[in-house]
């Protein structure tokens, strides 16, 4: 029995993927893929090594152009853009998608402060006029100098990072870095944050602070996060609708407990077919049973 919801349309999407294909060379990456993102929600993207989640995420960031298919970005105003069309920067800047990537990508040489205030570079250099006299005379730049000192005070504090300030991002730990590249895209005020397998790497209690850090972006800001992930403790716990995807198509789609329950995706983990699920859950339950791990299970399908 398959137990929680399936994902119909959304009512409020902040992101609207539709029929995207993606072909490099003879290899279809991704075939007529579509999902939505609801606003101020976490959109989890999974699938096995190789189902394309990466490339999903490179179409919808400007890394990649799609072979076919419509990326709608809808800001909280109503405006729209269509990010298939968008060069990267822009992307950024205009539609207000920010993303991390799957290896940690900071300036590891400048301190953590610094990073998150080479963050909001655009918005200074808007606040300047562009000019070196801008610099030095405008109030406007003052003042966004001092606001994004504070913005950075404030995402410092969000990220357990206070005390690590004036230290090089490069010195910090792996989950510390983690924490600070989420942090400095924060920084950048999205409404859309992208995070490319943020809990890779972690010990069990950096995938707590990870978990703390993404609920209080969700809560506090309102900010809508995707993310791809194999940890499936944080997918699981964190996420209010998953996506998944296997050799570039969608298999399942709705909140976690379908997703988790959903013999399509049962099997594609497995790597066996869909109507062999049952055969191999029964054999990996004996098993557990023959060498004293019962699982407890009521003979319904997990
Ligand atoms: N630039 C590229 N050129 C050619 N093939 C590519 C390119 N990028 C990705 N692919 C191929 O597209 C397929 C999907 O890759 P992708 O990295 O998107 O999968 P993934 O789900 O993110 O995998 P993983 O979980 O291992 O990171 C793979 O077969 C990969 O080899």
Not at 10 to 16: F, G, M, N, R, Y
Not at 19 to 29: D, I, N, P
Not at 86 to 98: G, N, Q, S, W, Y
Request: proline share 4%; charged share 25%.
């Amino acid at each position: 029995m398959v137990t929680g919801t399936a994902t119909t349309m959304s009512k409020d999407p902040i992101l609207k993927v539709e029929h995207l294909s993606m072909r490099f060379g003879g290899l279809m990456a991704i075939n007529d893929f579509s999902f939505e993102a609801t606003r101020g929600e976490i959109t989890a993207l999974i699938g096995p090594n190789g189902a394309g989640k990466t490339t999903v995420f490179n179409c919808i960031t400007g890394f990649y152009k799609p072979t076919m298919g419509m990326i709608t970005m809808r800001q909280k105003g109503g405006k729209e853009f269509l990010l298939e069309r968008l060069p990267d920067f822009e992307i950024t800047k205009r539609a207000k998608v920010a993303r991390t990537f799957q290896n940690i990508r900071l300036f590891s040489g400048l301190t953590v402060l610094e990073n998150l205030l080479v963050a909001q570079h655009n918005a200074l250099m808007r606040a300047s006029g562009y000019t070196i006299l801008g610099l030095f005379g405008f109030p406007a730049y003052k003042k966004a100098s001092l606001a994004s000192i504070e913005l950075a005070k404030y995402w410092l504090d969000k990220a357990s990072l206070t005390d690590r300030a004036d230290d090089p991002a490069g010195d910090l730990p792996y989950g510390a870095q983690r924490r600070l590249e989420i942090a400095r895209a924060m920084c950048t005020q999205p409404e859309l944050l992208c995070l490319d397998e943020p809990a890779a790497g972690l010990n069990p209690r950096e995938s707590l602070a990870l978990n703390t850090l993404l609920r209080d972006i969700r809560t506090d800001t309102g900010t809508s996060i995707l993310l791809i992930e194999h940890d499936m403790s944080v997918v699981m716990e964190i996420s209010d609708h998953v996506v998944v995807l296997e050799y570039g198509q969608k298999i399942s789609d709705g909140n976690p407990q379908f997703v988790q329950n959903d013999p399509k995706v049962i099997a594609a983990y497995l790597g066996v077919e869909d109507d062999e699920v049952d055969e191999v859950i029964a054999e990996v339950e004996q098993v557990a049973a023959t060498v004293g791990h019962g699982t407890g299970s009521t003979g319904e399908r997990p």
